[in-house]
């Protein structure tokens, strides 16, 4: 492609505008380019390694600073915590499971988002992904490390925390594997570590090209840090077979594990007595509730990231909505489960758990209830209208109420089925107190610590994926070329359009722009 | 067998020693490695910013065998899983264990008479364990596969072949192919369209043939931290 500025593009195809067939009707969401504003292969390695090279901007500091100042208030409040024990949490009889086990449930259901947009998108081909998937990675690791917070220092003395691996010990004693719990340790363990994996292999590549860059640029020990990471990758064909190969097979592995992280998680509560608790719904409520919260957070993070650095081209509107349709689908199947759970309670014509359900809706948490149903089932709606799917404001709102509405989910799920138990001598209004609320904003100093840093020193997009997607990335693109099959139909209009733009002025053919002389008709 | 075995390890050091050669594009690159299969040879590497689609079946490589170590993995991590929790909680008591050991030995409790081991509970721990151990291998293999973490490489002395993960697009013909000549293969690189021709071993890269008359060394785009026109970078 000719070089051309992304704001140039803005005016041209497609832009942030509707995108067009060459004869003037708009293309469908299936078919709009995924890529915006004619870009280069270069220019997409410019656009991402960039902000991986230049000086430290003041703006990252002072984000950087507010991040750690939380994680400051994360230490504080896990050194009181870990000196007194966890009554300091507002825990007492018959709630023994607060805020603790709201946030941890619901950062582990954030953390659902990247390995699903990476995996379970990756085997149903929605190439859309690629401009998305990297930053979601990192989002479901830091929220996996947030959500083990949790549970590590609800244990009370966490210097023992060891006992729930199977490790031999002087009591020659071992985990019980019966136990929800301990199925829990192993899930989201052995989540993270896969996420861990699937991100690193992902990254490979892209630590190769800004490796290559630092090479150039002659910053030694940065290529030095880099080659460490980059393991000597080439982009050899010999290795993309493996590599690719890998890949398919992480997604493979990848997606029956997302949703058995969070059919895990929902056993901790649907396998005990509890009304309100015991339900077979729960493993695939709580994986719709985790898919819903998980995108609604990447929306928030790349609504902000896209802008800050100038990524639209490549995290385009027709992403936003296909994240927003998401949103809609993933909501509105929460929300059914809201209301089935209730029409369940009412059928089972069991007294305890039809008490259980009325006192949510109508009982001392009444408001937490119908915070999570508005911002969970009702706000969602809005989306079935197009141009609001389109609207960024609207999707930022919609993103962050929806978090609000998974983050009371998890509480009236947690909180109201136990403040009511089966002695209503014991029954109590359970408040959390302010350590419960240093924890839970130390929790996000550690995500956005790590999510800066991440933004800092890693490319944010996945770079040799989005290349792949280009129209010019396919070797039937150069007419004829590649192995003799007719030029795809959906490649025509990117390469008149590459022909108009070679024919113009300055962007005559020999800047090596990916066309070569012999194609270009025009110039 | 000594001697073999050197041999392989040489084989594979001096494997990227041997003519580098630019085309322009993807479908350039898929066309001259087609051209060069037909003259014969068959020790060829493309280096590409992204995998290209149908490069496989140009080069004539078969499906990796990634996904059969993987099974293997799989199998493994399921039978760990289920014989961790079965001997955790079920296993045998011997006799003959030395009581040093006896924490490795099984700790069975009883509670209501319930079964020491069952699948039903069992089977969430096997299915996770199944998981991680096919990601390692898959992981594992795919480095193993590719000879990675390769820190050193010839082609790192091609000051152009930084490009190869940027937005170039590399043949590369080795030296120890039956049919590689360096004049003829050169010519050959040329005839199919190569955009530029170097000649790489541990010593170095140097340009071949009419580029190192001509003095056209492809210059690098783009190396240092300059701000793109379409960033501002504010943070």
Redesign the interface.
Known sequence: MATVTSKSAYDRLGGDGAPAYPDGTPMTLEDAPLVRGNLSFHDVTEMVAYHTEKKTPFGWYLAFGAALTALGILGLSVAYLVWNGPGVWGLTNPVFWGWAIVNFVWWVGIGHAGTLISAVLFLFRQRWRTSINRAAEAMTLFAVACALLFPTFHVGRVWVIYYTLPLPNQMAMWPQFKSPLLWDVFAVSIYGTVSLLFWYVGLIPDLATIRDRAVRAGRTLRAKILGFFALGWTGSNRHWRHYERAYLILAGLATPLVLSVHSVVSFDFAVSLIPGWHTTIFPPYFVAGAIFSGFAMVQTLLLVARKVYNLENLITLDHIEKMNIIILVTGTVVGFAYITEFFIAWYSGVEYEQYAFMNRATGPYWWAYWIMMSCNLIFPQLFWKKSWRRTIWLSMAISITTNIGMWFERFVITVTSLHRDFLPSSWDYYSATVWDLGMYIGSFGLFFTLFLLFLRFVPMVAIAEVKGVMPQADPHFYHGHGDGHALPHELAAYQHDANVQAAGPAASDADADGIPDADDSNA | MLSKIRQTVEDRGNQHVGLLAEF????????AVEGLREKGYTRL???????????????G?P??K??FM?FGGAVLGGILGAF??WW??AGPQFNWWPSEL??????P?NISNKPLF?WE??I??I???T??F???T??G???A??G??????P??HS?R???????AFFVHVSSRDAAFDRATTAADLRGL?A?GIEYVDHDGASLVGDDAEAGTA?V????????????????
């Open positions: 322009s594009d993807p479908g350039a690159l898929v066309e590497d493309t280096f590409t910013p992204f995998p290209i689609h149908g490069m496989d079946r140009a080069m490589l499906v990796s990634l996904g993987v961790l929790q955790t909680s006896n924490q490795f030995l099984g700790y409790i069952a509970s069992s969430p721990i299915f996770e364990l998981i991680l096919s990601a390692l898959a992981v293999g795919m480095l596969l590719n990675l973490p390769k820190p050193y490489n082609l790192f000051d072949f930084g490009r190869a993960t940027d937005d369209g955009t492809v690098p785009a783009g190396g240092a931290a300059v701000a793109p026109h379409h960033t501002t970078g504010d943070l």
